[in-house]
């Protein structure tokens, strides 16, 4: 597409494992303004140490260290504790208004006697409030089985439409389910071709609804990405509502 084109090349890179797809049902005039905005945070870093200052108290209470300097020099063995730690940096920073750092794969990480360090990259966002917080409506009412907010949460995040009648509005909450696997009763192995297969459902469905969503989604499609990049290679299983249920608690009581 010409819109991949126009990207920097490390984007280029992860949005090979987003089905090309999630680019039809979000709204291309929303796309296109957004490659000046990536251009200028990937190349030139803008506005990266104010987000950088942030994030770092916003995760200090996970044991999570920020690096402005690079860790290539460091190798990352990607295992159950690392990939734990990912899993709190991951839904920490949704509880984040001012942004969040996009780039979660292993080779800007490095984790030794316990120490999680991550240099994160000039790939950062945004989200609109309404979807950051439609996003956590989502995870609540999946994770403590709340149909009514986790419904709510999808109707935030643009993926319901009050006209759609039950059978539809069913069908793309259980597509909408499908993509956790099975984080609800047990803990989850983190597959990347799993991901693709469910957002690719979720996505033609979309298509099929004749429904744009938020450019929110091309983000959270690259955060996720490079999420389950990352943890396949524990190829272990991780007890993600334990995670998301201890991220919430903290900044619910904070």
């Known amino acids: 597409m010409i819109i991949q084109k126009l990207l920097p090349g490390v984007l280029k890179e992860i949005l090979t494992h987003v089905p090309t797809v ?5 709204d291309w005039n929303e796309l296109v303004s957004e490659i000046p905005k990536i251009s200028k945070r990937v190349l030139h870093k803008e506005n990266y140490k104010e987000l950088f200052d942030y994030q770092k108290n916003h995760l200090a209470p996970f044991k999570i260290s920020l690096h402005a300097e690079t860790l290539n020099h460091l190798s990352h063995s990607v295992n159950i504790e690392s990939g734990n730690k990912l899993l709190y940096l991951y839904f920490a920073q949704l509880f984040c208004p001012k942004g969040l750092f996009l780039d979660l ?3 800007h990480f490095h984790q030794d006697s316990g120490h999680f360090s991550w240099h994160p990259t000039g790939l950062w966002t945004q989200l609109s409030e309404p979807f950051r917080v439609g996003l956590l409506n989502v995870y609540e009412g999946f994770y403590l089985e709340n149909e009514e907010t986790y419904l709510k949460g999808l109707k935030q995040i643009g993926m319901l439409d009050d006209k759609w009648g039950t059978k539809d509005r069913d069908h793309l909450a259980d597509l909408f389910k499908a993509h956790f696997g099975s984080a609800l009763d047990l803990e989850m192995k983190f597959s990347l071709d799993h991901f693709q297969s469910s957002i690719l459902k979720v996505s033609n469905f979309m298509l099929d609804k004749e429904v744009n969503i938020s450019k929110d989604f091309l983000y959270l499609g690259i ?3 490079t ?11 991780h007890p993600v509502k334990a995670i998301y249920l201890e991220v919430r608690n ?5």
């Open 105 to 107: 794969r292993s080779i």
């Open 227 to 237: 999420l389950y990049s990352h943890l396949e290679l524990s190829r272990a299983s």
């Open 22 to 26: 999630l680019f039809k049902v979000i």
């Open 250 to 254: 903290h900044f619910h009581n904070s």
């Open 223 to 225: 955060y996720l990405v």
